[in-house]
């Protein structure tokens, strides 16, 4: 991946053209998806796509004017400092919420872009377009908050939980989920193959503090905020790798007893009960309902629980 700084005026050109074209064709998916049981929601998702598509001629005419017809493939994705995108309008039915919150996130992420490429171009008419655009995105960014709501919220309420998600609940589920459902493998293997607590405590506990450092490094440095606005690496690091461990810690503890057997199936509730807080934190934070989180959740963890036991009893 390259760094946002180390790109030229050609290929942020490039770039934003990518990135007005995917936005584009997310907001006619909305649309599609939504024309059904909410039209007018619809059609203001329409008029976002043809906004996006306008974006998208004025920057292909300046590129051809500066850099002529080829235009180098480069995506959010070659970047680094864009958020992960879920492909909520994969889903269907569409969900309001999911998808509000999808528009809103794009449109902050699409006008803090804009403002980090201008403050760089030093080409008069490339400093100038990216500046307009985007003013244009801090309007779609107010408009995407209104969509499929009466009345707008608190907008500075709004922008603390925004951060709030993007800085805390994103990285603390992700090593949630890491530490409790990875180090299931090893733990059960080993209860299994010694039948010994205090062995399989010292695997859990090794497992556990090295999923944490791991995926502590691992958030830290795969964005540094300055596009997204996901706050410091250091926290969303620190966050990450806490929340890693002690999703392995919650099911190795129990093994401090020293009847294996009555730690295992300790364990196995604590690791029921984690399950349970992964699902209700991505139906409550993520939009994700109800019952598909516990499903997902619930299938990984089974598979890796499994695997655990074929290794142990081998």
């Not at 919420?97 to 490429?117: G, I």
Request: charge should be neutral; hydrophobic fraction near 45%; aromatic fraction near 6%.
């Amino acid at each position: 991946m390259r760094s946002f700084k180390s790109l030229s005026e050609r290929e942020i050109l490039a770039l934003a053209i990518s990135l007005e074209e995917e936005d584009a064709r997310i907001y006619a998916d909305f649309a599609e998806g939504l024309k059904a049981d909410f039209p007018a929601t619809a059609e203001q998702f329409e008029h976002m796509r043809a906004d996006e598509d306008r974006h998208r001629h004025r920057l292909l005419d300046l590129y051809r004017q500066k850099f002529g017809e080829h235009i180098p493939l480069i995506r959010r994705q070659d970047v680094k400092g864009f958020v992960n995108r879920r492909p909520v309008w994969l889903v269907r039915p569409l969900g309001l919420n999911a998808v509000r919150k999808m528009a809103e996130t794009m449109e902050v992420e699409t006008r803090r872009f804009y403002e980090k490429a201008g403050g760089r171009a030093t080409d008069t008419s490339i400093r100038q377009l990216l500046g307009d655009l985007a003013e244009e995105e801090r309007k779609h960014a107010r408009k995407a908050e209104e969509i499929g709501t009466a009345e707008p919220s608190d907008e500075d309420e709004k922008a603390r939980r925004r951060l709030f998600v993007l800085q805390v609940v994103q990285p603390g589920l992700a090593g949630l989920m890491d530490g409790s459902v990875s180090t299931l493998a090893p733990l059960f293997a080993a209860a299994i193959a010694t039948r010994q607590s205090h062995a399989t405590f010292l695997v859990g506990l090794a497992a556990s503090v090295g999923a944490g450092i791991s995926m502590g490094f691992a958030e830290a440095l795969s964005d540094d905020g300055s596009l997204t606005g996901r706050g410091r690496p250091l926290t969303r690091g620190v966050v990450c790798g806490l929340m890693t461990a002690l999703g392995g810690l919650g099911h190795t503890m129990p093994y401090l007893i020293t009847d294996v057997r009555t730690a295992t199936i300790i364990a196995v509730i604590v690791v029921l009960i984690e399950l349970g807080i992964i699902a209700w934190v991505r139906h409550h934070f993520m939009d994700t309902p109800i019952r598909p989180a516990v499903v997902q959740v619930v299938i990984g963890g089974v598979l890796v629980f499994l695997a655990g036991i074929l290794i142990g009893s081998s």
